[in-house]
């Protein structure tokens, strides 16, 4: 496991806040040399710490309305069978602009995260797309009302 210490830290919450800002005003905002901000980003690049950078689109791109659905695979006659049925359900779900995250959940289970402009659109897409599926047991739908932590989640998730 890879040590932080509390600069580290602090480097990785400003960029976490704004990925834009230089060195230079990282180095102001924590009063520290830009050289020593410099070593520390580069050495947090090396140790796979910071992947990449990238951008959360803004509300106007983001679904309205958005609902955490569990999907439950009946259980093949022969059980080999359910493995790959899994991954042809998880696979068929991700090609969906609206489907913006999916998930394995347990031996049968499929957790997505929908988007839509609206409640009706997102529901329609649920009941003609995902229950018109073959052979699940369970379709499940979380309506999400507010977020108290990971709103931007949703703007880092959704595809242009």
């Known amino acids: 496991m890879i040590q932080l210490d509390d600069l580290d830290r602090a480097i990785l919450r400003l960029l976490k806040e704004d990925a834009r800002l230089t060195i230079s005003e990282i180095a102001g905002r924590l009063g520290r040399p830009e050289s020593t901000v410099h070593f520390r980003i580069k050495k947090l690049q090396e140790q796979n710490v910071i992947d990449k950078y990238t951008i959360v ?17 009946e259980t093949p006659i022969i059980e080999d069978f359910l493995e790959r049925y899994i991954l042809y359900l998880m ?4 090609m969906f602009p609206n ?10 289970g499929i957790i997505a995260l929908i988007g839509e402009e609206n409640r009706e659109k997102l529901n329609r897409f ?9 052979t699940l047991k369970k379709v499940e ?5 507010s ?3 990971g709103k931007e989640i949703v703007g880092f998730l959704v595809g242009v």
């Open 91 to 94: 696979k068929t779900l991700s």
């Open 99 to 108: 489907v913006l995250a999916v998930a394995r959940s347990g031996k049968a």
């Open 147 to 149: 977020f108290t932590k």
């Open 57 to 73: 689109l803004g509300e106007r791109l983001q679904p309205k309305s958005l609902a955490i659905v569990y999907i439950q695979a």
């Open 126 to 134: 649920v009941d003609e797309t995902i229950r018109a599926l073959p």
């Open 141 to 145: 739908v979380f309506p999400i009302d």
